[in-house]
């Protein structure tokens, strides 16, 4: 079994930075590909980034790119998000999927493990 639990959400200003993270557990934690997407309230869950189980490889959705970077060490994971808009607003999840090696997954339907979410709001 894994265990995620993010941190880190809150409240920023347009404009600001904020970094979250995501703390991993469990018999498998060493061996899974980890990513972050988040939700707004009605919609569905979109992809934000992606890292490999190597720390090889990472993916980032096309309109995140240059504002946000994920990284990992050891059980945890962050993202720094830098740059906020308004409509980076939502609850930002954690999901991991037993892996190896140098992949990474962007849709919602390959993860295995889902954190209970952190919310992020941004003022304006």
């Known amino acids: 079994q894994v265990r995620l639990v993010e941190s880190g959400g809150g409240v920023v200003q347009a404009g600001g930075s904020l970094t979250l993270s995501c703390a991993a557990s469990?018999?498998?934690?060493?061996?899974?590909?980890m990513g972050w997407f988040r939700q707004a309230p009605g919609k569905e869950r979109d992809f934000v980034a992606a890292?490999?189980?190597?720390?090889?490889a990472t993916r980032y959705a096309d309109s995140l790119k240059g504002r946000f970077t994920i990284s990992r060490s050891q059980n945890t994971v962050l993202l720094q998000m830098n740059s906020l808009k308004p409509e980076d607003a939502a609850i930002y999840y954690c999901?991991?999927?037993?892996?190896?090696?140098?992949?990474?997954?962007?849709?919602?339907?390959?993860?295995?493990?889902w954190g209970q979410g952190t919310q992020v709001t941004v003022s304006s």
């Open positions: 999901a991991g999927r037993n892996s190896y090696g140098a992949v990474v997954y962007t849709k919602e339907e390959f993860y295995d493990y």
């Open positions: 469990g018999r498998t934690s060493g061996s899974i590909a």
């Open positions: 890292i490999s189980v190597s720390d090889s």
